[in-house]
């Protein structure tokens, strides 16, 4: 069992950054693949970025955050990081961090475990 904990979420204006933290506890997994996810009201949930556990592979939705946001871990604090800059409105969500076992993806339905969500909201 893998528990996750997000923290960092806030009010931010536009322009502004965010870092958005997932502390994991329980059974961490060293080929476990770490995402945050994120839901606007009325939206499906969104994969925003994920990385391995050893951090040697990433994947980033970069049609949505266009380079804008960075995934990140430390595996000594078993704490992975979402970097968020030049925010948008478009980016207010619910930010999710999950978990799952290799291989990395993009499909929410694949992440076995899940953080309780952290607001991030964006104004103009």
């Known amino acids: 069992q893998v528990q996750l ?7 931010v204006e ?6 958005l933290s ?10 476990s693949i770490m995402g945050w996810f994120r839901q606007a009201p009325g939206k499906e ?3 925003v970025a994920a990385i391995a556990w050893n951090g040697a592979t990433t994947d980033s939705n970069t049609e949505a ?6 995934i990140s871990r430390d595996n000594a604090l078993n ?3 979402l970097q968020m800059s ?3 409105t478009e980016d207010t969500a619910v930010y999710y961090c999950a978990a799952k076992r290799w291989p990395i993806s993009r499909r929410a339905n694949e992440y076995a475990y899940w953080g309780q969500g952290t607001q991030v909201t964006v104004s103009s």
């Not at 536009?14 to 870092?19: F, H, P, T, V």
């Not at 997932?22 to 080929?31: I, K, P, Q, V």
């Open 5 to 11: 904990v997000e923290s960092g979420g806030g009010l």
């Open 14 to 19: 536009a322009g502004g950054s965010l870092r």
């Open 22 to 31: 997932c502390a994991a506890s329980g059974r961490t997994f060293l080929n």
């Open 45 to 47: 949930r969104e994969f």
């Open 65 to 70: 955050v266009k380079g804008r946001f960075t």
């Open 79 to 81: 704490t992975f990081y």
């Open 86 to 88: 030049s925010l948008e």
